[in-house]
């Protein structure tokens, strides 16, 4: 059975709105989605299973350019197609922050698999930015976590979820974005860019620090 909330959110019958699907088509998905839920083989089996319009419908909810080749997929790909239109349950199988939908992939800062009070304080860091400033601060930080994947190489060995986000980690991560800051700083001078960098950095690396200070306190009085 996979772990798939078959409940619409408000967001994902947004996203289908706009991806111009009608009632019947949103209606049709979420039933997809249900019974995934309930079907107890894997999400290639699954989709396997569904008629030509059921997956051309899955296409469509998904917003994918080229048509669904199951055989194709791998198991992170196949389930993703499954999975909330707001993207809250997407699931990156290997921890390499890139999430696969379908075929297609797409980089995701913090991972899809982060912890929550990460995921939360990244949100709010980045509040009112729009698309382009957010993605760009996504892709440096992703760049610093995992490395450019250029040709299949050239990435960082995936850690954990709960690797990635511990203490000793983070503390590492806050030290190489606050350096790669400077050294722009001293190339280019307190850009616009820069200084919306500075801001975001201190926003998310001071609420996800300070958790993690307060967890490790936690456990410290529990183990009294």
Same mark, same amino acid.
């Given at each position: 059975m /996979?772990? @798939?909330?078959?409940t619409?959110s408000?967001?994902s019958?947004?996203?289908?709105?706009?991806?111009d699907?009608?009632e019947?088509e949103?209606?049709?998905f979420?039933d @997809?989605l249900?019974? !995934?839920?309930?079907?107890?083989?894997t999400?290639k089996?699954?989709?396997?299973?569904?008629t030509t319009d059921?997956?051309? /419908?899955?296409?469509?909810?998904n917003?994918?350019a080229?048509?669904? #080749?199951?055989? &194709?997929?791998?198991?992170e790909?196949?389930q #993703?197609?499954?999975?909330?239109?707001?993207g809250?349950?997407?699931?990156?199988?290997n921890?390499d922050?890139?999430?696969?939908?379908g075929?297609?992939?797409s @980089?995701?800062?913090?991972?899809?698999n982060a912890p929550?009070?990460?995921?939360t !304080?990244?949100n709010?860091?980045t509040e009112?930015?729009?698309?382009?400033?957010?993605?760009?601060i996504e892709?440096?930080?992703?760049?610093?976590?995992?490395?450019?994947? @250029?040709?299949g190489?050239g990435?960082?060995?995936a850690?954990?979820?709960?690797e990635?986000?511990?203490?000793?980690?983070?503390? !590492?991560?806050?030290?190489?974005?606050y350096s790669?800051?400077?050294f722009?700083v001293n190339l280019e001078?307190?850009?616009?860019?820069?200084?919306?960098l500075?801001d975001v950095?201190?926003?998310?690396?001071?609420?996800?620090?300070?958790?993690?200070?307060n !967890?490790?306190?936690?456990e410290?009085?529990? &183990?009294?």
């Amino acid at each position: 059975m /996979l772990n @798939i909330d078959t409940t619409l959110s408000v967001s994902s019958l947004n996203k289908l709105q706009i991806r111009d699907l009608n009632e019947t088509e949103i209606s049709g998905f979420a039933d @997809i989605l249900k019974q !995934a839920n309930e079907d107890t083989n894997t999400p290639k089996a699954f989709l396997k299973s569904l008629t030509t319009d059921e997956l051309q /419908l899955v296409k469509k909810a998904n917003s994918l350019a080229s048509t669904i #080749n199951v055989d &194709s997929l791998s198991a992170e790909g196949a389930q #993703n197609l499954l999975s909330q239109p707001d993207g809250s349950d997407l699931v990156d199988l290997n921890n390499d922050g890139i999430v696969e939908i379908g075929e297609s992939r797409s @980089i995701h800062f913090p991972p899809v698999n982060a912890p929550l009070h990460v995921k939360t !304080a990244w949100n709010k860091a980045t509040e009112g930015l729009d698309w382009a400033e957010k993605a760009s601060i996504e892709l440096t930080l992703h760049s610093m976590v995992y490395g450019f994947n @250029i040709n299949g190489s050239g990435t960082k060995d995936a850690l954990a979820p709960q690797e990635q986000c511990n203490k000793t980690n983070i503390d !590492a991560l806050s030290e190489y974005a606050y350096s790669n800051l400077e050294f722009r700083v001293n190339l280019e001078g307190w850009s616009d860019y820069n200084k919306q960098l500075n801001d975001v950095y201190d926003k998310f690396f001071t609420s996800v620090l300070q958790h993690n200070t307060n !967890a490790s306190l936690s456990e410290f009085d529990a &183990s009294k």
